[in-house]
């Protein structure tokens, strides 16, 4: 996904980057090591691709909720967060930290 959407020329603090949460393809079945999901960027350090792998319970529960991918783009003024459930997403404004 990551090369079929950002340029090779995009700066990664660009609002073209993007920020791609993906889990894979037994994401939410009960199968040793399936809660992991990537997270994948254009890397400022490297300035190519570059990705981590978590696993905790929010893979499980973001395919629970029918995504598979999630891509994040552009630049937010102020601090947001992303809501997500089920049908309903919502970027809400952080008021405190």
């Given amino acids: ?3 079929e959407e ?5 700066n ?15 994401q939410g079945h009960p199968v ?3 809660a992991k999901f990537s997270i994948i960027s254009k ?3 490297t300035n190519t691709y570059a990705d981590s792998a978590a696993g905790a319970r929010w ?3 973001f395919k629970r909720a029918g ?7 552009g630049k937010s003024e102020n601090p947001v967060y992303i809501y997500i459930e089920d049908d309903e997403v919502k970027i809400s404004a952080i008021i405190t930290f």
């Fill in 32 to 34: 040793p090591g399936s």
């Fill in 67 to 73: 995504y598979d991918v999630l891509v994040i783009q």
């Fill in 43 to 45: 890397s400022p350090l």
């Fill in 12 to 26: 990664p603090f660009d609002a073209d980057n993007k920020l791609i949460f993906a889990g894979g393809p037994l």
């Fill in 59 to 61: 893979g499980p529960l």
């Fill in 1 to 3: 996904i990551l090369w």
């Fill in 6 to 10: 950002i340029s090779s020329e995009t």
